[in-house]
């Protein structure tokens, strides 16, 4: 049970990061300048290629390594980062890329006008991505993240390599030492599942208010 | 004789002790080689109704979109309220706005209404009207939704406040762009071919509603397709042809004795 409380702080805070890079991401990739696009063009391109395992092994090992050969050379301590902070940020540097490219497929789904017309009535930049940008797009986006918060709760499970205890640790450890293998992968099995089924209820719940001021597609057949 | 004495001049019925609400002077606007407006002056004084009119491709609605800078003019002066918007040249050459602050509030004093509506379809009627008042101009909430329900009841819409655009008629829906435009307290309104893309049988429900704006004397500048109405309720047109403004005065000139060959020849076409 700890392993699935440690494996869901990893798969929200993971999606929470995603999601922050995925919108500056995508308003930089639709408004930026040309060095923001090509940056994030590689950005995207590069996580979106490389095994998602071996980008954790990489970064997790590299990056701590990284940061306290940076921390030493500027003269302060070695710090110790943990595997919680460690695992979210990896995997929501992975989760970024993703959500970059689901959030600009949504933004650019958005009536143009309706962005036209917030900057018609003297909205500034940020009021429109909160009041405007952000909602509107919210129904074409929630189909694509929703995956990607479910992938977020299995990818959770890469981060047993690196010796985080997540479910997938947990269980392993469990069954070896009881060595009731089937009992308890079965029960990781379903605790992953529940944790679809109950995110599924609340996505439908979370897209039926996206889609509010939406026809029914049903109608249009 | 200054530019603006000139444009009091020659806009026929325009009252010369009014104010000058829009000043546009020598407006040019390139869409990279394309030239589209070569030089426009307009002008619309405190309580005038300016139609500006002219052949699909003159240059009307995007004259009309330089005003509030939706789209940023190549060259020239604009001035609302008497306040010049300030441009500059960025790093591609093309002229935007300098100062981001005072283009947001010059344009939270226009209220725009656009050919395809454009309302904001993730809210009610109710909340499109007081989003601009409540997060733009800082109105308190109850009395901007006090203000709304007016205005609402005013186009006739009272009853759908709580409805989403997407289940409204292409005529209500402008209807309910006209209530939003209006609730900003808009120094002058501005309509980009307000009926243009409406059913037929909608466009006198709109047209009604811009009348009655027009008549109780609201400053105005329409870009319409709609002739007799202009001629009903402007009180200054102007004809734009290819970029120019090709003939300008009051309705009864214009739509009565037009000079120039290609007004006669679009008011036959049109009418």
Not at chain 1, 199 to 208: H, I
Not at chain 2, 149 to 165: I, M, N, S, T
Not at chain 2, 169 to 178: C, D, L, M, P, V
Not at chain 2, 192 to 212: C, N, Q
Request: aromatic residues 6%; glycine residues 10%.
């Amino acid at each position: 049970m700890l392993g699935l409380l440690h494996s869901l702080e990893i798969a929200v805070g993971a999606t929470i990061v995603g999601l922050l890079i995925g919108t500056c991401g995508a308003y930089g990739k639709l408004y930026g300048g040309p060095v923001v696009r090509d940056l994030l063009a590689v950005y995207t391109t590069v996580v979106r290629a490389v095994p998602e395992l071996v980008l954790i092994l990489l970064l997790y090992y590299a990056g701590t390594d990284l940061i306290n050969q940076v921390l030493t050379a500027m003269g302060y301590q070695r710090v110790d980062i943990s595997g919680l902070v460690a695992g979210i940020a990896v995997l929501g540097f992975c989760q970024g890329a993703y959500s970059t490219e689901v959030m600009r497929g949504a933004i650019l789904a958005i009536p143009q006008g309706q962005i036209e017309a917030a900057r018609a009535f003297g909205m500034s930049p940020g009021l429109l991505l909160r009041r405007i940008t952000l909602p509107a797009m919210l129904p074409f986006a929630i189909p694509g993240l929703a995956n990607l918060w479910l992938i977020a709760t299995k990818d959770t499970a890469l981060l047993a390599v690196v010796g985080f205890f997540e479910l997938t640790l947990a269980t392993r450890q469990a069954a070896g030492v009881t060595k009731a293998y089937l009992i308890f992968y079965l029960a990781a099995g379903a605790l992953y599942l529940a944790v679809t089924l109950f995110s599924n209820f609340l996505l439908g719940r979370a897209e039926k208010w996206a889609r509010r001021g939406m026809p029914s597609v049903k109608e249009a057949r | 004789m200054s530019a603006v004495e000139a444009a009091a001049v020659s806009s026929g019925k325009a009252q010369s002790g009014a104010a000058e609400a829009i000043h546009v002077e020598n407006l040019h606007k390139k869409f990279g080689q394309l030239h589209v407006l070569k030089g426009v002056s307009l002008s619309a004084r405190d309580g005038e109704v300016v139609a500006i009119i002219g052949g699909s491709g003159s240059g009307k609605s995007t004259l009309l979109r330089c005003i509030n800078c939706l789209e940023n003019p190549t060259s020239g002066i604009i001035r609302v309220n008497g306040e010049e918007i300030k441009l500059k040249a960025d790093s591609h050459g093309h002229t935007v706005p300098a100062d981001r602050k005072q283009i947001e509030r010059i344009r939270s004093k226009l209220g725009m209404v656009f050919q395809n509506f454009n309302l904001w379809s993730h809210m009610t009627l109710i909340e499109n009207v007081i989003e601009v008042p409540v997060h733009v101009l800082g109105v308190k909430r109850d009395e901007a939704i006090a203000q709304a329900e007016k205005l609402l009841a005013r186009v006739g819409l009272a009853e759908k406040r709580d409805v989403y655009p997407a289940y409204l008629s292409g005529g209500q829906q402008q209807r309910a762009a006209i209530a939003r435009a209006l609730a900003i307290n808009p120094r002058v309104m501005l309509f980009d071919e307000p009926t243009s893309a409406l059913d037929p049988e909608l466009v006198g429900e709109v047209l009604k509603v811009i009348g009655d704006l027009a008549r109780e004397g609201r400053t105005m500048v329409l870009v319409t397709h709609e002739m007799k109405f202009a001629r009903e309720v402007a009180t200054h047109v102007v004809y734009l042809y290819n970029g120019l403004v090709e003939e300008e005065g009051p309705p009864e000139q214009i739509f009565g004795a037009p000079k120039s060959e290609r007004l006669k020849q679009f008011i036959r076409n049109i009418g």
